[in-house]
């Protein structure tokens, strides 16, 4: 394993003033690039493995409970006490090698899953795979910013968005026809294994991370930001438990702490929108059932072509909107999270309540679209202020927030419609009673955070940093 890495003179890198030294265009980008490909692997297994969910339960023999079990609790129980402590690698070591050894964790696992025998063998399988993938969004996020001046951070961000737009439009067509391919196939026996027709997606499947983790040593180590003055240190005379402390995160959470007026509203505002927005997204198709009518054929054809169309339209809107905005305000970042937020807001109860399903499904594609848009600046407003030396870290926790909280979301309208509404046919009240306290508080959070972010940026920038 690679020593931490150390900043070259970081006496004249943190003076006030002092011109960063960045890495090449084609470098920049190259990086990106394949930082978007393993995040494409990523939301493509994520996607494929949902469309297998009915062979597995069916072959596995699983109950409902189990087999959201598989999908969800697992992985989230993971990123807290593992995720967190990866990160830290991020914040130490060279950031390539992070990522390249978790994308080659995340193919072998998925590959590895393809021959789980048992239900106890998949749900591990699905843990470690969760355990291997946990650094890479922190690990990714830090290393862009320190590839991209701030100026065009945010449209890297922007680009680095068609991972997951690729991965979610592409999983269901491509991984649909590869279940209906292998349904047909005979189980294979290979000396006591027995491999499922199904089986087989996942093992070819974790083949392109292998080959993803070896792009990622191709990748130039971008120089890190030298440590603010103030910034909290590891104690030279720490014992075990104090540094075991701080692979957990205490010190990224007393960062967090410390500048509450910057990071609180930030957090706030994802976990409750991550709350409504994955609520949403589960209820959507029953939604759609009880007050339409519509069929899933139905639902999901429109649907694919409002996701990929406001998805795209989102990533434009994103980049231009705080490219306009930085030439005005240094709050860019949050100010235009702030505005899509709103509109996040809006669109989403006007969905709701729309009388027609066209309409509705319209108004939900431009909910995303704001959706969309207002994530580019919100991650990039948080690696902006992040401590740079723990900004794996503080990022994990804030993608935690949104990871924990969204997947809370189903259950919260759920139990809205079965506490507070009780018709199931009535389920558009859920829907409007969460999205109708939820998403305006979101909004009021983000805009109250606009004025500390900004005075945290200035001072940033009269440091030098």
């Known amino acids: 394993m690679a020593g931490p890495t150390v900043v070259a003179d970081p006496e004249a890198a943190a003076g006030a003033g002092a011109e ?5 265009t084609g470098a920049a980008y190259w990086a990106l690039t394949v930082i978007v490909l393993a995040t494409f692997i990523t939301f493509f297994d994520a996607v494929t493995f949902g469309m297998l969910a009915e062979r597995i ?11 959201g079990f598989l999908a969800g609790p697992a992985s989230i129980i993971c990123y807290l006490f593992v995720g967190i402590p990866l990160a830290r690698l991020a914040d130490i070591y060279p950031r390539k090698y992070v ?34 993938g946990s650094a890479h969004a922190p690990s990714s996020y830090s290393l862009l910013a320190d590839a991209f001046p701030p100026k065009t951070l945010t449209r890297a961000f922007a680009l680095l968005q068609f991972g997951f737009i690729g ?25 006591p294994l027995t491999i499922r027709g199904w089986q087989w997606i996942l093992i070819v499947m974790g083949l392109p991370g292998l080959l993803v983790g070896l792009l990622f040593l191709t990748v130039t180590e971008p120089k890190r930001m030298a440590p603010a003055s103030d910034a909290p240190k590891v104690p030279v005379d720490a014992g075990f438990g104090r540094r075991v402390l701080t692979f957990m995160g205490l010190d990224a959470l007393r960062a967090i702490n410390a500048k509450p007026r910057v990071y609180y509203p930030l957090f706030g505002a994802l976990a409750l929108s991550a709350v409504e927005v994955f609520g949403l997204q589960f209820w959507r198709v029953p939604f759609m059932v009880r007050t339409f009518g519509w069929d899933e054929a139905q639902i999901g054809a429109a649907l694919s072509i409002t996701v990929l169309i406001g998805s795209l339209a989102g990533l434009l809107l994103g980049s231009v909107m705080v490219e306009w905005l930085a030439k005005r305000h240094k709050d860019a970042n949050v100010r235009a999270a702030a505005i899509c937020a709103a509109g996040v807001m809006v669109t989403t109860i006007a969905a ?14 431009i909910s995303g679209m704001f959706g969309m848009a207002g994530a580019v600046p919100q991650n990039a407003a948080v690696q902006r202020v992040a401590p740079n030396e723990m900004r794996g870290q503080v990022t994990a926790f804030y993608l935690f927030m949104f990871t924990f909280f969204g997947a809370m979301g189903s259950f919260v309208v759920g139990r809205v419609q079965d506490a507070v509404v009780g018709d199931p046919n009535q389920l558009w009240k859920a829907l409007l009673i969460t999205a109708g306290t939820l998403l305006p508080i979101a909004t009021f959070l983000m805009i109250r955070a606009i004025k ?3 005075e945290e940026v200035e001072r940033l920038e009269a440091a030098g940093l």
């Open 452 to 454: 500390p972010y900004r």
């Open 352 to 365: 709701i309540l729309m009388a027609t399903p066209w309409a509705s499904i319209v108004l939900f594609g």
């Open 167 to 191: 991965g979610t439009v592409l999983g269901p067509l491509i991984g649909g026809k590869l279940v209906v391919m292998t349904a047909t196939w005979a189980p294979y026996h290979l000396g």
């Open 20 to 24: 960063r030294e960045w890495p090449s």
């Open 99 to 132: 990522l390249a050894g978790g994308a080659a964790v995340v193919g072998l696992i998925i590959s590895l899953g393809g021959l789980a025998q048992t239900f106890v063998q998949f749900v591990g399988s699905r843990v470690f795979l969760a355990a291997g």
């Open 57 to 67: 339960k069916h072959d596995f023999g699983l109950t409902d409970s189990q087999l």
